[in-house]
């Protein structure tokens, strides 16, 4: 699995990093960067479940 951000919808909110620090960080502008792609599969729920808090939907899954 892996997860791409849309950069015009990110707003930095970073609800993704507090719900998988391991998989999200925010860059130098404040918006959210995949630190590891693919997603590890013992990560992807923590991934599906930053897809569908974010309140931008900004981060998408990609197959």
């Known amino acids: 699995m892996r997860v791409e951000v849309d950069l015009d919808r990110c707003e930095g909110n970073a609800v993704c990093v507090g719900i998988a620090p391991d998989l999200f960080d925010l860059n130098d502008d404040d918006y959210a960067v995949i630190k590891l792609d693919p997603v590890p599969a013992g990560m992807e729920e923590l991934a599906e479940q930053s897809i569908n808090e974010c309140p931008r ?5 990609l197959d």
Do not use: S
Not at 57 to 61: E, G, Q, S, V
């Open 57 to 61: 939907a900004a981060l998408k899954r």
